[in-house]
């Protein structure tokens, strides 16, 4: 209500609260002691309100009551002079009320057992003795009182300490002796006081009502502890804005009501020690992990002992042509040298060792096969009878075999067959001419230039040392050693021929072709054999543009003794040299990781060579495994220039291999 706090406004909520004993809600009114009865007579006058919300129904004047105005006066008067009585304020004992009216407390207390109508105690009297002057004003000027809801079973409830009174009961609970206070009048409201009280107010709002010498018992025990507040962490917020979320160490301590300690350089190292700590373990595991199940690197052979070796004495003395150009090596060793200028000469039917090599490389022949059958075409057939070169007979619609063909053109220099092999093979003679000049340039052979597959053309021009590169590269095939080495064969008409390079068969010589013309001179590409420290050496060399000489001054047979001069040089200055020792350490295997595992040569390591000879030592490497015990082989050790013939021992582990440790792994850069 206006002109009320907020806790006086909780008193009227609660004394609107239904009590037992009461019939329904009390309404809403300003002070529920206040209730002073205000009837209207019947001519329109107003009645006392707050007495009449007290009761359940109107009060029945008794009969002869015929002034209701000097009754309202008379309560009005007696309520007068109970507020003025001096034992109110200070005295508990006192029910508020005139001494005559006890009596009637105690037989109303008494005749009414059941009744549960709620009585102030005398704390909420005095705190609400300081009533508004407006409301006393009020209600002496005869104004309407807020009303309350009339109570249960017709009884007007009372403000008084002392008890309650009923208009209908008052006359049974009265001793007879009593006198009515006023015919047809309720006396609800001598409880209230006009002395301030001298106490401090307390607001009481839930303070029952019950009936005279009935026990207080509030509905929250006065005595207990007051609660202290917690204190307020962080800036006040409304309950609508949401707070911001807070270090887990501020929220522990709010929940452990335990402050967060003050920062200092020290906690702040210490937490983030205790941070980042356990992310860098976190890190290093990962790491160490990775690095143990990282593939491991593929062991390598690293070779330790001296990379050349040089024979002793000195220079071989190797008798060289005194005209044209020759070359002189020792396949898998090395080179005797050359002499002459290597300039490109013709070489006549020395063109033909291309065009087998060739023949060979795109249809190779194993050791002793005859090989697929080439149809003899017409042309074969017409060049038979050329004349001035050399031929052998053949017929068009015939076949011979690719060895056949090979022992033609190998032994006596048929041109008409090798032209028919470049057609066999690529088509035509110039798409075979082509592959000729490719091969050439594969292999080295800077100074050839090949225009026909025959060499009758004065324009196929090669040198001694380019010719002695295509001679060695050719001997490794076996059906061409197999051939070149032939003194004679029997063609598929049963006709013989012999080898023009009439050193085969003497002295260890095993090829390879010869070539003479009058333009071009005698040219002779040769091949021998010798034993050396228990192996077999191969002597291939070249002797170009060889004038006539020999037992009958021809081209051929100069050329030849040229040749054979070479060959005889050469297998006298071969000799053999003990390198290494078995079990000598040669290198190690390396594991990729800094892990050195050494090995060793398996058995004496000898070579071929000559006086002043120096040749290459190597390691070919296996498929090296992560782990091996010792003496498995693990590679081989290469002595001389890596080409066939050349010195090959294998090496072996001397202990076990094993794999990298831990802290080798774990300290790998890849």
Do not use: C
């Not at 050359?338 to 060739?358: C, D, E, F, N, R």
């Not at 690719?402 to 190998?410: C, F, P």
């Amino acid at each position: 209500m206006a002109g009320e706090s907020p806790d006086r406004s909780k008193q009227h909520e609660s004394s609107a609260e239904p009590t037992s004993g009461s019939g329904g809600t009390v309404p809403e009114a300003r002070d529920p002691r206040l209730a002073v009865s205000r009837e209207k007579d019947s001519s329109g006058a107003r009645t006392d309100t707050a007495t009449k919300v007290l009761s359940v129904r109107d009060v029945k004047v008794a009969a002869g009551a015929e002034d209701d105005d000097s009754d309202l006066r008379e309560a009005v008067s007696a309520w007068v002079r109970s507020a003025e009585d001096p034992k109110t304020p200070e005295d508990p004992g006192s029910t508020g009320t005139d001494p005559k009216s006890k009596p009637d407390a105690k037989a109303d207390t008494k005749s009414e057992p059941s009744d549960t109508a709620e009585t102030e105690t005398e704390a909420e009297a005095e705190a609400e003795a300081d009533a508004e002057p407006e409301d006393e004003a009020q209600a002496a000027d005869g104004e309407d009182a807020p009303q309350k809801a009339p109570a249960a079973d017709n009884e007007t409830r009372t403000g008084g300490a002392g008890g309650n009174k009923t208009a209908e009961g008052e006359a049974e609970a009265r001793p007879a002796d009593a006198k009515p206070a006023a015919k047809g009048v309720d006396q609800p409201t001598t409880l209230i006081k006009a002395v301030k009280p001298k106490k401090p107010q307390v607001d009481q709002p839930t303070t029952t009502l019950k009936l005279g010498g009935s026990k207080f018992v509030p509905l929250k025990n006065d005595t207990s502890a007051p609660t202290t507040a917690l204190p307020q962490v962080g800036p006040e917020r409304t309950t609508q804005q949401p707070l911001p979320p807070k270090p887990p160490l501020d929220l522990l301590a709010e929940l452990t009501n335990t402050p967060p300690p003050p920062e200092t350089p020290v906690r702040t190292l210490v937490r983030r020690v205790k941070i980042w700590t356990p992310l860098a373990l976190l890190l290093a595991i990962v790491f160490a992990v990775v690095q143990a199940f990282r593939p491991l690197p593929q062991p390598t052979l690293a070779l330790t002992a001296k990379d050349t070796y040089t024979f002793e004495g000195g220079k071989a003395d190797i008798p060289w042509p005194s005209s044209g150009q020759a070359a002189l090596d020792v396949q898998g060793i090395g080179t005797f040298g050359s002499s002459g200028a290597q300039k490109p000469v013709p070489i006549a039917s020395v063109a033909k060792v291309m065009t087998a090599y060739l023949t060979l490389r795109d249809h190779p022949l194993k050791s002793g096969e005859d090989g697929p059958k080439i149809k003899i075409d017409k042309a074969a057939e017409e060049q038979s009878d050329a004349g001035q070169e050399s031929t052998v007979p053949v017929t068009a619609g015939d076949s011979i075999s690719e060895r056949e063909a090979l022992e033609a053109i190998l032994l006596p220099s048929a041109n008409n067959v090798a032209r028919l092999l470049a057609r066999w093979d690529s088509g035509s003679e110039k798409a075979f001419v082509t592959k000729m000049n490719a091969a050439a340039k594969k292999l080295g052979m800077t100074n050839t230039t090949y225009t026909d597959p025959s060499g009758l053309t004065d324009s196929t021009v090669s040198t001694a040392v380019d010719q002695v590169k295509l001679a060695k590269k050719a001997m490794e095939q076996p059906a061409f050693r197999e051939v070149a080495a032939m003194m004679s064969y029997v063609d598929y008409k049963g006709v013989k021929h012999n080898n023009y390079n009439r050193l085969v068969g003497y002295n260890n010589v095993v090829g390879i072709k010869t070539g003479t013309t009058t333009s071009a001179l005698g040219n002779l590409v040769f091949a021998a054999k010798q034993q050396v420290g228990g192996e077999t050496r191969t002597v291939i060399g070249a002797a170009m543009r060889q004038p006539a000489g020999g037992s009958d001054n021809t081209i051929i047979s100069g050329v030849l003794a040229a040749g054979d001069k070479l060959i005889r040089a050469a297998q006298g200055a071969l000799k053999s040299a003990t390198i290494l020792k078995k079990g000598d350490v040669v290198g190690y295997v390396d594991d990729g990781l800094g892990g050195r595992t050494p090995i060793v040569a398996t058995k004496d390591v000898t070579a071929a060579g000559w006086a002043g000879l120096k040749v290459k030592l190597s390691f070919t490497s296996d498929a090296v495994p992560h782990t091996a015990k010792a003496g498995t082989k693990v590679g081989t050790l290469t002595v001389g220039d890596g080409s066939a013939g050349a010195v090959t021992v294998p090496v072996a582990l001397q202990k076990d291999l094993t794999e990298p440790g831990f802290t080798d792994k774990l300290t790998r850069l890849r």
